[in-house]
């Protein structure tokens, strides 16, 4: 029955492959106990092109066929670009595992988005990103949305985190 907020608006520097400066340019927060080591940043951070996301094995890791299966359910059109709608499913149950949509970037195989699910023993954990075309065919990630539904220990709680990111060079 309670509602906590968590705002900031921050400025990044990113130099490849993961080298993060962030500066906080405002911030406010409702948050009781709220702890300042606690950075959104590592989600936004986090990328389904990494190999494993804390312990979650991502869809496009290396050796992703031996965790999941995938079926293509369609395709649209978004201005010049068809976008593929993928299924990802698990081959075995496992709170590593996630199962959804990936939206992949026909002929560039990059991706356009993604919709997916993961089940743990405190919940579910829904991942959605969203990426645009940023400059020259670099598709970066430009909003972000984690929901979770969590049930542990008689506690019941929902939780929406929401990013978006706008690129200056």
């Not at 560039?108 to 997916?116: E, P, V, Y």
């Amino acid at each position: 029955g309670q509602a906590y907020m968590l705002e900031s608006i921050n400025e990044v520097k990113h130099t490849a492959p993961d080298k993060y400066e962030m500066k906080v340019l405002a911030s406010q927060n409702t948050l009781p106990g709220y702890v300042e080591s606690v950075n959104p940043m590592d989600y936004i951070n986090a990328s389904l092109y990494q190999q494993q996301i804390e312990s979650f094995v991502s869809p496009l890791a290396r050796n992703a066929f031996s965790y999941y299966r995938y079926s293509f359910e369609g395709s649209f059109l978004q201005g010049n670009y068809m976008i593929d709608k993928i299924r990802v499913s698990p081959r075995r149950k496992s709170q590593q595992l996630c199962e959804g949509f990936l939206y992949i970037v026909e002929d560039l195989w990059c991706l356009h988005s993604s919709d997916l699910e993961v089940s743990t023993i405190a919940g579910t954990l829904y991942l959605q990103q969203l990426y645009a075309n940023v400059i020259m065919d670099a598709w970066l990630p430009v909003s972000h949305k984690l929901e979770a539904d969590v049930q542990i220990a008689g506690v019941k709680a929902d939780v929406t985190y929401v990013s978006s990111l706008e690129y200056k060079k």
